[in-house]
């Protein structure tokens, strides 16, 4: 076990530290120059060098990287080129505002998934299965821009239900929450539905049926707690995907997380706030990886660590 | 490591292919995968006929396009989804839209595919330094939020129709390279392949007549399924404003070039959303009932 750790950690150093050259390396070859962004229009060629070299942007590709690495080492991300400030200070205030988006779009996902997941098992073969089913697709397939303004469209232009965009209060975190839950929920659906007709299918349920146990002490008491483990344990995989989906949900409703600062950043080529996004993010799904397979053999334990 | 969609298509003591003349009957009995060749077919017929099924022009912008203060008109009889900011009939720009995607979703996804098809036969079957080098670049790719890095990409190269289809395919061959990988490495593995290799057949022979054609279910599976992720990705970037261009009709920038206006104008949003999501679901829904087709390991599971 501990080996193993050590060498996932190493192996997840590794993955890291290629995220950061390639992305770094992506930005290097950049046409757009960050130097005329931060002079603007009106400055002279005298003042465009001398920017440059103030941000050491004349130095050769790997002695930028190696200078950009030596103070990652100690938590430093460089400082943004605009807004003239630390990009540690930055995505660490803009950090809780995600981090709560993404516990709301979790529990959205997991409680719609797996109650559907549940029923449509149960069901299995009638038309409610069927119709679940294709919700679970409807899901998966909506692009999460559209399921966005549509919610806004409606619970919040036509039924002012909830704020139109923004952040601070729960009312504030229902809409994008829901509209990040939405995606997630279709595979969770199938998945609890596979692993609930798995565990049905077993020999303990067969027993507890044959004991004359009530439907609803089988269903909750036997089948549930066990087709919920492997379901749960995606979470880890899940956080690749909610990385992905960040940048649109949180322009879309305005909430001030990481991936509305990435975005602004993008369009004015704040090339150290793209690193220092791209860096975290690739950070947190690398560590919910390792995280979803850490747990994977305490929930089963035919699955072995190599 | 495999997205929660991953199918297990690697599952041990799968059979080998089975004869295909069926597949295409078994499909179309299946009524949701029947559903979803009939929305493909429907945006086929929009995309390649879009000139003969409207008069407007895509990117005319109409006297009559505009209310009187300026704001795009609701559907009616004459503009059947209405109009845009600009006054352009958005029946027309939705047509001309599918041609876009379905081109990216073809040429993307294509690229991908092969791409993914190559990295993961090559780690597969020559295993070595190669293939842990191959893979191991595959992991790092997985780490990278996909979304982020083609909005880099797009944002790194000057956005035209064929670079938007070059960045979605370099984001998304990684999971096809997984999948490959795996069922490659295990087919190299079984008696048949090492008897070929025992009497002599050269890597390339045994590769093209003996390896692909085991692979060919799962390359149509993810094929399938992949049109839905590109056809999604795409729509994305152009909403974004770095994916495919205006004036060029892409179902995308149409949300994009009017979201200031859906609170006034929600069809603006609704049609092509909905044109989006008619179009993934179809993918999704056929690429699940061939997966249950030609996986016969899967069939009855999910």
Known sequence: ?????GRRLIQSLLILLGVSLITFALLYLLPADPVRQIAGRSATPQTVENIRQQLGLDQPFIVQYWRYLTKLVSGDLGRSYIQRSEVTELIVSRLPASLLLMVGAILCELLLGLSMGLIAAVKRGTATDQTLMVASFVGVSAPQFVVGLLLLYVFAVRLSWFP?????????????SLTMGILGAGWYARMMRSS??????????????????????????????????????????????????????????????????????????DIPIIMGVTLVSAFAIVLGNLLADVIAPFIDPRIKLR | MTSPIAPDLTAPGRMPVKPRAGVWRRLVRRRLALLGLVIVAIVVAG??????????????????????????LPPDAKFWLGTDLLGRDLLTRILYGARTSLIIGIVA???????????GVT??????????????FTDLMMAFPALLLAICLAAVFEPSLWIVAMVIALVNWVQTARVIYTETSSLAEREFIDAERTIGASAPRILFRHILPHLLPTIIVWGTLGISTTVLLEATLSFLGIGVQPPTASWGNII?????YFQAAPWLVFFPGAAILALALAFNLIGDALRDILDPTQRGRA
Do not use: C
């Open chain 2, 123 to 136: 780690a597969g079957y020559f295993r070595g330094w190669i293939g842990s080098a191959l893979m191991r």
């Open chain 2, 47 to 72: 995309a390649v006929l879009a000139p003969w099924l409207t008069g407007y022009d895509p990117n005319e912008q109409m006297f009559d396009g505009l209310t009187i203060e300026g704001s795009p």
């Open chain 1, 1 to 5: 076990m501990i080996t193993y750790l």
């Open chain 2, 109 to 119: 996804n294509g690229v991908a595919l092969f791409i993914g098809t190559l990295v």
């Open chain 2, 256 to 260: 994009f070039e009017n979201q200031t």
């Open chain 1, 196 to 269: 609930m007709i798995d565990v049905l299918r077993q020999d303990y349920v067969r027993t507890a049926r044959a004991k004359g146990l009530a439907r609803r002490a089988i269903l909750f008491r036997h089948a549930l707690p066990n087709a919920i483990l492997p379901v749960i344990a995606m979470i880890g995989i899940d956080i690749g995907i909610f990385m992905g989906g960040i940048v649109v949900v949180e322009s879309v409703f305005g909430w001030p997380g990481i991936g509305q600062l990435a975005w602004q950043a993008i369009q004015r080529v």
């Open chain 1, 164 to 176: 139109i965009g923004g952040y601070g209060t729960w009312r504030h975190l229902v809409l994008p």
